[in-house]
C-alpha cells in the first residue's frame, strides 16, 4: 500500500529466505515457514515472481566479487535468480514508456 500512495508501481514479489538449503548436505527446510511471499502477492493482486533461498554460497560468492550467477551459472540458485529476472523484464516490458525521468545505464561485467 505504501507505494501506491506514492505511485510506484509494483511489478510484484519476490521472497527473500524462502527456504533454507544446509551447506553440509543440501537438505531444503522452510524455517521461516512456507508461501508467505505467495500470500502476499495474493493479497496485494500483484504477480509472485519468485521466491529466493536461503543459502551460504550466495552471500560468500557474492562477498568474494562473484555473485553466484558468475561463480556458479548452471546450479540450481542460478537457475532461480535467472527466472526471477526474466519474470521482471517481462513485467517491465508491459510498462508504458515514460520519459519524464532518465535512468543511468546499467552495465554487468564479468571480471
Known amino acids: ?10 511489478l510484484g514479489i519476490v521472497e527473500n529466505m524462502s ?5 553440509k548436505c543440501s537438505h531444503e527446510e522452510h524455517i521461516f515457514g512456507e ?3 505467495m500470500r502476499m502477492a ?8 519468485g521466491a529466493l533461498p536461503l543459502d551460504i554460497r550466495i552471500r560468500e560468492e557474492t ?20 527466472e526471477i529476472s526474466r519474470k521482471t ?8 514508456k515514460s ?5 543511468p545505464n546499467i552495465v554487468i561485467q564479468n571480471n
Do not use: N, W
Open 99 to 103: 520519459y519524464a525521468s532518465k535512468f
Open 89 to 96: 523484464a517481462a513485467k517491465l516490458a508491459l510498462q508504458a
Open 35 to 37: 508461501g508467505g511471499g
Open 19 to 23: 527456504i533454507h538449503i544446509c551447506s
Open 42 to 49: 495474493e493479497q496485494y493482486g500483484v504477480d509472485f515472481l
Open 1 to 10: 500500500k505504501m507505494f501506491e500512495k506514492v505511485e510506484v508501481p509494483v
Open 63 to 82: 562477498d568474494g566479487g562473484k555473485p553466484t550467477v558468475v561463480a556458479e551459472p548452471d546450479s540450481r540458485i542460478s537457475q532461480i535468480y535467472r
